[in-house]
């Protein structure tokens, strides 16, 4: 059902006509955020299967909220982000206690390519991410929601619960760092 | 000299313009998600959906159900009718029963008819002194 004005309908009111019954404006809200939960937990899970898993997770979230959603209040998409971004931390956060657990204290290692990495043609963009996991870990969440998926400073904000200023200033040291890691791959990456 | 670290700065690092080129390849270069997940994720909506809207109708009887009984008095109510509904129903339905008392009084009346005059004892015996 799109209104008769051909105007793309807010995801605030396609969820409320999810709440009412309509299925159509669920499979709407999928296709617009089904895949960016599922890049953003892919490229802080690096692991496919439990990327997917927390982008079902976190859309099944979204179906069960429906109901009580506040227009207004968040946007769906920022509401979206924050809770995979969370259950992301909450599964690195057990896995990390398994591998202490289990005597296996080395952490992975950041730079090496990811699924992700592997999974995109072109040595630019594997070039790219791979600069990208060796980040910090707030740095390589901000750098993936400002420039991968668009998003504002201030969504941004909202979803690392950190201010705009902190933001900007991790994506700033990201973009240097960033800079730095790929000058030693121009050749690579098609430059100079 | 000076110009020389600006180069050798230069050189350590990518400009800006290429850095946003290449997030913008990596923007479209974002692979879909699988076919399978996306039916997952609808699956789930329309779980959710339909368990919602029996709870929504299971809620909805039950306001009707407390006006009801409301309107009928109370429960205290509601509990007298339908004991007098249950009782009218087992009058209604039981098998009739012999009255043996009623019985006998019919016979009684037989009796008293045949062989008691209407006009009593006094009136028998005029009678017959006149039929003599």
Known sequence: MVPSDGAVPEDDALLARY??????????L???HAGRCLSLARRMLRDETEAEDIAQEAMLRLWKIAPDWRSGEAKVSTWLYRVTSNLCTDRLRRARRQMVDLDQTAEPADDGPSVQARMEAGERVAALHQ??????ERQRLAVQLRHLDEMSNIEIAEIMGTSVE??????ARARRALAAALAGRKAEIGFG | MKGNEAMTEADR??????????FAEARAARPAPDAALLRAIYEDAATVNARRQARAAHRGLRPRM????EWIGGV??????AGCIAIGFWIGFSQPVSLPVLDRQEED???YVLFEPLGGEEDLTASLLQEG
Request: proline letters at 4%.
């Open chain 1, 19 to 28: 709440a009412g019954g309509d299925l159509e404006a669920a499979r709407m």
């Open chain 1, 30 to 32: 999928m296709d617009r």
């Open chain 1, 131 to 136: 600069a990208i996991a060796a980040l910090p």
């Open chain 1, 166 to 171: 902190a933001v900007e200033s991790l994506l």
């Open chain 2, 13 to 22: 690092e990518v400009p800006d313009q290429l850095l946003d080129e290449l």
């Open chain 2, 66 to 69: 407390i006006g009801l009984i």
């Open chain 2, 76 to 81: 205290g109510a509601l509990a007298a009718l």
């Open chain 2, 109 to 111: 009346l037989a009796e």
